[in-house]
C-alpha cells in the first residue's frame, strides 16, 4: 500500500486521491472506513436529486454511464448537492463481461475515487460494488474496507441465465473478500441468486426507477 501525494490534473482528476491509500497492481484507492454511514431508508437515482424535495436519502448512479459521467469528471460542482442528502452510493461505473480489462480498472478507480473525494468532504458514502466475470475479481474488490457496508445492483444485469450465474458467482466472491454484515441490493432479488446467502448477511433490498414506474402506470 502507498499514499498518494503527486497531483496531475488529468482526465482521471487524480486530485481526487490526494491523500489516499492505494492498493493493488492496478493502483486502486482505498476508501475510508468511516461510521457516518446508515442503511438508507430510501435510494433515489442522481438525475432526479436536484428537484427532489425528501433529502432523507441516498443518492445512487445505478444508469447508463453517460448520465453521470459529468460527476466523474466535474465533481466538486456537485458536493453542495449531495451534501443536501443522508449520502452517496459510489458511482456505477460500467464492468461488463467482454469489456478491456484496462477499462475495467479504470472504471473501479473512478468509482473509489469519487467515493474517496465526497468522504473527505464530509459526505456518508457506501460503496457500489460491480463485476464482470472471475477474471475481474483481482482488482473489482480493491478499495473497499473489510466488513464495510456495500451496495450491488441486479437492475440490467441478470436478464439471461448466463448473467445470473455470473452474478451470483461474483456475488459470492464479493461476500468472501469484503465479509459485509450488510448488503444493499437495487432492483430485483431472486431467490436462485441471494437465496444461499440469506443467513450470511443481512440484505435489505430497494426498487428501481424501472419497478418504481411500473407499479404506478400498473396501479
Not at 473501479?108 to 465526497?118: C, E, I, K, S
Not at 477474471?135 to 478499495?143: I, V
Request: hydrophobic share 35%; aromatic share 10%.
Amino acid at each position: 500500500m502507498r499514499r498518494r501525494k503527486t497531483i496531475f490534473d488529468d482526465g482521471f482528476q487524480e486530485r481526487l486521491t490526494e491523500g489516499a491509500t492505494i492498493v493493488g497492481a492496478p493502483g486502486i484507492p482505498m476508501l475510508m472506513d468511516l461510521d457516518n454511514v446508515q442503511v438508507p431508508r430510501d435510494m433515489i437515482p442522481f438525475t432526479k436529486a436536484r428537484k427532489c424535495p425528501n433529502k432523507r436519502q441516498y443518492v445512487h448512479f445505478y444508469m447508463h454511464d453517460r448520465e453521470f459521467s459529468r460527476v466523474l469528471t466535474a465533481t466538486d460542482q456537485y458536493i453542495d448537492l449531495l451534501k443536501l442528502y443522508d449520502g452517496v452510493i459510489t458511482p456505477d461505473c460500467t464492468l461488463m463481461i467482454g469489456q478491456s480489462p484496462c477499462l475495467q480498472q479504470a472504471n473501479t478507480y473512478m468509482n473509489r475515487a469519487v467515493g474517496f473525494y465526497l468522504q473527505k468532504n464530509g459526505i456518508p458514502v457506501i460503496p457500489n460494488v460491480r463485476w464482470s466475470d472471475e477474471s475481474s475479481f483481482d482488482y473489482c474488490f480493491l478499495g473497499v474496507p473489510h466488513g464495510a457496508m456495500v451496495s450491488v445492483s441486479t437492475h440490467g444485469c441478470i436478464t439471461s441465465k448466463e448473467e445470473r450465474r455470473m452474478f451470483k458467482i461474483g456475488l459470492g466472491a464479493m461476500l468472501d473478500v469484503i465479509q459485509p454484515k450488510i448488503v444493499l441490493v437495487h432492483g430485483y432479488m431472486p431467490d436462485e441468486i441471494f437465496g444461499e446467502y440469506a443467513g450470511q448477511v443481512e440484505f435489505h433490498r430497494y426498487a428501481s426507477q424501472f419497478e418504481r414506474t411500473h407499479l404506478k402506470e400498473g396501479a
